[in-house]
C-alpha cells in the first residue's frame, strides 16, 4: 500500500516562497504520475500541477503557472511543489497525489492515493 506524507506548509506573507515535499512509501509505488491539488476553505479541491514519475513531462495550471514548478527525485520517492510569488488567493490544504493512470493527470478521479494534506497561508 502506498503512503504519501506531505510536509512543508505554513504561513508567508504574500511575494513569499515555500517549497512542499510529498514523501512516498510502500513497495508498490510506481505510479505513472503524480501531482498537487489544493483546496481552498468553502471551494472544490482543484488541481494545481502534474509530473511523469518516470518521464519528464509537466503541466501546471493556468492559475499557477510562472510561479509554481513541480519536480521530483526517484531515488528519494519524493515529489516537490516550489512556490513563488505567492499570493493570499494560494492559501489552501495542498495534496499530493499518485496515479497508477496514463492520462488526464489534472483529474482528480485519475489518482489512486493522497497525502493527508498540508496548510499553505499566504498573509496579504
Known amino acids: 500500500q502506498v503512503q504519501l506524507v506531505e510536509s512543508g506548509g505554513g504561513l508567508v506573507q504574500a511575494g513569499g516562497s515555500l517549497r512542499l515535499s510529498c514523501a512516498a512509501s510502500g513497495r508498490t509505488f510506481r505510479p505513472y504520475g503524480v501531482g498537487w491539488f489544493r483546496q481552498a476553505p468553502g471551494k472544490e479541491r482543484e488541481w494545481v500541477a502534474a509530473?511523469?514519475?518516470?518521464?519528464?513531462?509537466?503541466w501546471h495550471a493556468d492559475s499557477v503557472k510562472g510561479r509554481f514548478t513541480i519536480s521530483k527525485d526517484n531515488a528519494k520517492n519524493t515529489l516537490y511543489l516550489q512556490m513563488n510569488s505567492l499570493k493570499p488567493e494560494d492559501t489552501a490544504v495542498y495534496y499530493c497525489a499518485a496515479s497508477s493512470r496514463g492520462t488526464y493527470l489534472h483529474l482528480e478521479q485519475n489518482y489512486d492515493s493522497w497525502g493527508q494534506g498540508t496548510q499553505v497561508t499566504v498573509s496579504s
Open positions: 509530473i511523469t514519475w518516470y518521464g519528464e513531462s509537466t
